[in-house]
């Protein structure tokens, strides 16, 4: 295991320029590689496992698309698992392609900082939960008690926060360094991450691909910021465990799984809170005064850090 250069940003903690872009490149094409085969290979196996345990409830077709579109429990479940072995894909990469410690995928400190990322949990639930009030304004949406509403929350809470880091580390933690490796400006970095981050979500009109693209980019603004990935973590997800929370009681976990619109004015109320979670998380992380670059090599005769 090597460790990256001392007094880098975020952005090169796995990639070293000396290596030159032949590895960020390799990196690159196995991520995307492994988010092709891997997530429906697992999401096909999990379907399977659940059709079969369930008793083959009538064709195998049309039980896998139930669950693809989320009209099953084990449907959001099987997604959402699937979704997180891009943590492993990326844990898996950064060990054997560029012989990092997976911890240095977390943070530049290395480590996942759990209090910075509790604290910005908190300030997230507030920001977007205050922006979708002021949003909706005098109207108030018609909520309905479905049945195994409690299975539901139960489902999303267990496995939502796994689906959420498993993009931020994907998306944020390694593309964003593969990309600083192909020799790009880490604010470039930033934006390429963001739109692939927006693309691979599919369909979708103009106002829902800028929301996404602006969470994207300001998650990616944040890991430069903060030097690591809990801020952007902890906004995912709260906006995902909300997002999804909410629709079972709005008519079904289906409904937000298949969004494919987005009014101007409900992007523009989304960004906001993103930016809102993102400033306060700055500030947050200013305050804590967390380590934004590799630690430098001691001096000789100086103190050990803590």
Known sequence: MRDPQSGVDYSQVLVDRADGPLKSLVGICGALLGYALIIPLVLQALLGIGWLVSGRPGS??????????????????????????LMVVVLLLARYLHRRSPAWVWSVQPGLRWRF?????????????????LARGS?????????????????????????????????????????GGLGANRWLA????????????????????????SFGLAAGALVLLTGGLEAGIAA????????????????????????????????????????GVAVAAWW???????????????????????
Do not use: K
């Open 236 to 275: 995912h997800v709260v906006n995902n465990l909300f997002a999804f929370g909410y629709a079972v009681f709005l008519g079904g976990a289906a409904q937000a799984r298949g969004v494919t619109e987005m009014t101007a004015a409900d992007a523009l109320w989304d960004v906001g809170g993103f930016v």
């Open 139 to 179: 109207g108030q949406p018609e909520f309905h008690v479905p049945h195994l509403w409690w299975a539901w929350l139960l489902a999303i809470l267990l496995t939502s926060p796994l689906q959420a880091a498993a993009e931020e580390v994907f998306f944020r933690g390694y593309l964003m360094n593969c990309l």
């Open 284 to 306: 947050i992380g200013g305050l804590m005064r967390l380590a934004r670059r590799t630690p430098r090599p001691a001096q000789p005769g100086a103190p050990a850090r803590p």
């Open 190 to 213: 930033v934006v390429g991450s963001a739109l692939i981050f927006a693309l691979f979500h599919g369909t979708q009109n103009l106002w829902l691909f800028i929301d996404r693209f």
């Open 60 to 85: 195998y077709a049309e039980y896998l698309r139930r669950g693809q579109t989320f009209e099953t429990i084990w449907g959001l479940v099987s997604t959402h698992l699937a979704l997180a072995c």
């Open 117 to 133: 990322l509790a604290v910005v949990m908190v300030v997230a639930v507030i920001v977007l939960n205050l922006t979708q009030i």
